[in-house]
């Protein structure tokens, strides 16, 4: 928690491979995951160093909210691969409650207001409301919420609400935050402003974060590294350090730098996602 | 061929309580009457003279002397054409062995009946004998008997042909003690066959020819009394046939009781009639006097040879 | 696609219609296989507690009884399921077209629909009377107590169900140039039709509810007589007679509703 | 076009022209045709009779509510008690479910029967019958509201550290409050009809007892002013629970 | 119809003004539409040749879709507008029938299959079921969906139901085509192999194409023109003509020109988006 930001590793690094850092906050090796029939990941290995924004892209259903799921410690991955947090090893199950998890959609429930919902996962924790409310009060500002906190989710805007999710997650403070294409939902020029913002946020409380995301423009903006992933089973196929200096300008995505990071990491992708859309649809015959 | 499209309203579902009009219906006494008739039952919600008064049904087996004054009194347009049973059909009963003796041990005992006229009957027992109706705990009676046998009522209300049997069926006849209202002066003729106003007035052949056919049924029944309760279990298979054999004796008993031993079934005694609609109106449950002459017409059954009325 | 895929098609269907055949029959052998566990609990329960027959009888007892007169049970059975048959059909037909009729015209539902709320409060028992009196003693006399009870959940749901229509789809049936009529029978009622589907499955029951209570305004054949004669007689075990009758019929009608709502909704399934 | 222009207020204005339509119809016809009492009597001899039985009445109406909302509640604490059990347990299930769609599918009048000779003619025979009528379509209704919880919602509840029960509490109980109100709604009507229903089969009072006196007295006028009590006494209880309903799904 | 693609336009014109074909397909000038107290859309101006590709980017709520409604026949502008199509004058009425529209969504029928979805426009015309499903079976192979003739749209991935939307849209034979956010919906990996294999199809058959989007990259790399709006009231800010040569590969958006005239668009948008995200949110606080 209290490590400082890494500075920006080195050049891109061809091959998956560990992560030269000598103690990352967290570490698979080896992870397998099946479901029945299906191989969901195979072989994984990836670490994520304390402090370090780390984003993945991949192909659709190439496993990367199985990850997070097992990460989240909502499921467990198959016996042999290796699973390390805070350098211990440890099961799947034993993460439940100690990683902070921000689910695809935002999730917010309806019948809690802005502030509520924020406050749900101190809640869970045993932290009596009103002490859990007047934390997520003084949050409010930063999160673009100030004066909104009796509001219901039904009177937000997409960008609001994910504002509130995120906020959520933030407020259950814990070393690592997986964020699972937090974005996604939203229209392309609320996007940029919400990665913006989210930069912002991030610079200030310095949290480790594991970021999902299909754009592949996204990726680049927010990460410190990019981990590309194969078709299914998923695995790592690429780590691609980004080392743009911070703090980002939008400006920065037509920036010779940035487009020649794009152009590596839409090569890589392009191959997998023709797998993937090639094997989906022969899938999809068999309903 | 030409026959005349009719419909007989019961009071309540096929049993051995209508056993003649089911044989004369089975044995064509009706179409050789030139009817063709309708057998329709009864139900918990259906009132006959409702559905007589308004041309529903021509001809209707109806509650009893109660519900014709009742029927008369709100403007009904409906006449009395015979009366079957002759005496009260219901007693009110208790355990031998019971704290009550005598009616005046009804005062603070637990009494159910029915209020479709029994209640009456009750009240009126009771002020013969000086008894106020809120000295003791009168309830509305359920289907079951059940209450009674399990001592849970100290007196409840029953049909000599339906409950008393089934009292009887489930504790010795002789553990039970009886009331009878005929012994506190009071006689309530039942199950009275009634056509509208207008029927009387414009078909009375018909209901000549519907009153021969029926009595011929009866007459029929009570002689061969397994052959009517097959005709009738005919109609309601699931029907108990032990308790439709005693029904259909008590009937026989109820329907030739008092004038009728002498003067035919469906016989219509004037006095019981006119002592009944006073004991009525001083109960309130009419509330003025109805003209009798018009309600009960004794003509048509008149008309018919008395042998062919005698069972 | 590929010819691996062609191949991985090929099997995948065989291989569920070589499932999908027992699998039918191993549902009906475990229904039956439950109904007989259910059946020998109760007897086993009613001989080993010693109940007495006036709270639950032994099955057997009621199943001879129904056997002693399987006409009555027959016959009740096919009378009631006519009445039940007759009052759901017409109270489903009615019920689609007044859904339509008030979405289509607003001054009309805001007229009457209250007053078809009002209706439903009222008990039909309290007057079924009147509909002998107006309907006689006929078949159609029960239909219509059923029909009464039918017709209101549908035309709710059926006016939920069309109001649930995407306007983006009412838009692009439009922008292809579509009449009211093409709208309604290509993209409205099918929209509605899960919705109305659900209303009709409650409607199996209620139909059913209205044959019974039909019954009881003075009518020979039936379940609903059944049901009445035994309650009357204190006959515990007939009671229980009619009751299984009933729920066979019920259960059979829910059945096969649903049977025909999968079917007809197959694009509703969950999966 | 005409939906966003039509104002409440014509919606109600048009709403009182139906109902005086059809109000003035019924006064036609039974004026018209001189109906007597026994086929139809006019609503003015109705309400004036309702007016004049109105002691009655009333008692009666308060007597068969008391049926009903005993009933209602006790069904409410039975549907929810069981799909709750099912929701914690969901080895409960497979047991409970065949066998209540199997009951729910058998029309309540037909239990009436064994639960007056069981229950005996006075208040509890409504009450278990009305209880009955109401805890299948609750429970039914809130099962599928259980049911329709998002996975990704339980994954994040659990990912927070929640045990079944927190997940139930603070996620499926409120997800399934929408569809438990709508049945529990519409569960209001029929427990007054049931409680009526059982009444005219037997009972100490209330309006179906009202009701069946009325028939056999043949005064068919408060007979129908008994039927106007009960309609509305449904629609009052229909309308409590639907302002329930608003006030408690705001977010809705 | 007929007409010959347009070679592509000269370079980027900074103002709104007409554009300078001759005889345009479709011609709007000086359209407003206001909903009540809303004004959606406030003089606006443009125009679009016969087979020109001509996509739409702005703020959310800026109006894309009123002006698409207006086009497509369902929404009629304010009086004072003038509305040509085929070089007549006409009301918005007049066009029902007459583009072939594709909303938001891809709104495909549960009910239907493939087929039965892709003949939804020719049935509404009268043509007999069986004709319409021979024309539609021929296409199929040409939208990747041969073979699935027969499945119903829950079975269908995203990518695949959105090719059958569009060709149900274009087997409803119109002079001009109405796009909106067609590719919205899908992940940005499918997106972009969508976005190839329109260009393939529109190559043949040269239909002109009106086109909503949010996604710069998307407006670049399919269009011969984007519009840029302004924020609400809408009205055309920019018109960027795009020369990059065609047939377009998917290289080409890491290259100089497509990165240039990114910049100059965002730029326009950024502008506007700021614009529309703090007026949505100063709106919101008054639910
Ligand atoms: N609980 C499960 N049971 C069976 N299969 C599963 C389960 N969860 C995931 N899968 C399968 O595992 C594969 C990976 O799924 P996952 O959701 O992790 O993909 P993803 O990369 O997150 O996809 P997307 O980008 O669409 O979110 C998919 O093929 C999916 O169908
Ligand atoms: N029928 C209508 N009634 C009232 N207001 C409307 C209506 N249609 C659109 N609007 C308003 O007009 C404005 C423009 O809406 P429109 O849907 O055209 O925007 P858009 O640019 O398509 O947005 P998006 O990018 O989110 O799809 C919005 O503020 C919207 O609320
Ligand atoms: C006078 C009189 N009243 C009630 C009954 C009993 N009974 C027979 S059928 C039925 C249902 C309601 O009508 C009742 C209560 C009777 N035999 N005689
Ligand atoms: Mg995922
Ligand atoms: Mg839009």
Redesign the interface.
Known sequence: MQAARLPNPGPAIEAPQAHPKPEPLLELRAVNKTFGSVTALSGLEASVASGEFVTVVG??GCGKSTLF?IV???EEPDAGGILRFEGKSCHSADL??????????D?L???RNVVDNAI??L???GMPRDQARAKALRMLPEF?LA??EK???????G??RQRVALMRTFL?ERDLMLLDEPF?AL????R??MQRWLLDVWQKYRRTILFIT????EAIFLGDRVLVMTARPGSVKLEQVVDLPRPRR??I??SQEF?RL??TL?DA??EE?MK???S???????? | ADLQKASLRLKWLPQAQFAGFYVAAAKGYYKAEGIDLTINPGGPNLLTENLVATGADSFGLSGGTDSVFAARDKGLPIVCIGVSHQITPFIFVTRKDGPVKTIQDFKGKTVTTWFTGANHVLNGMLAKEGIKPDELKIQPQQVSVTPFVDGNVDVITATYYNEYYSIQSRMPKDSLKIFVAEDYGITFPRDTLIVAEATAKEKPELVKAFLRASLMGWKDAFADPKGAVDTVMAAAPTLDRAQQEFMLTEVKRLMTAGTAAKNGMFWIDADAVKTAHDFFLKYGVISKPVDLAAAYDASFIQSIPAADRLP | MSSPAATSLGDGRAAARSIAMPDSLRKLIRLLVGLAIAAMIWEGAVLLFGIRPYYLPRLSTILTAMAATPRAYVDGFLRTLAETLIGFASGGAFGVLMGVAFFRVRALREMIFPIFVVSQTIPVIAFGALVVLWFGNTLLAKAIIAFYLTFFPVTVNTLLGLETVDPRQVDLMRSFGASNRQLLLRLQLPTALPQIFVALRLAASLSLVGAIVGEWFGDTTGLGVLLLQAMFTENVVAIWAALLAAALLGTGFYAVVAAVERRLVFWNAEQ | MSRALASPSLAVQRGILGAVLLVACWEGAARGLHLPAYVLPAVSDILAGLWSKRATLIDAAGYTLLEALVGYGLGCLIGIGLAVAIALAPALRTAILPLATAINSVPVVGYSPLILLWFGIGVSSKIVMVAMAVSFTILLSMLAGLDRVDRRAVDLMKSFGASRFGVLWRLRLPTALPLLLAGMRVSTVRSVIVAIVTEMLGAHGGLGWVIYQAVLQIDFVQVWAAIFVASAASLAFFGLIGFLERKILFWT
């Open positions: 192909p659709s799921n989240a410690g909502l439940l409650g100690r990683v902070s998890f921000m689910p695809q959609r999730l429930f309806p019948w749900l996962a809640e869970v924790e673009g004066g909104f509001q219901y989710p039904n009177q937000l805007s960008g609001m259950f996604g229209d392309a020029l609320t940029a402003m299909h754009d592949v423009d939008p400006e995505v037509t487009v794009k152009r839409l992708i392009e996602s993937s859309f090639q989906s649809i022969a899938q999809e015959k068999t309903p």
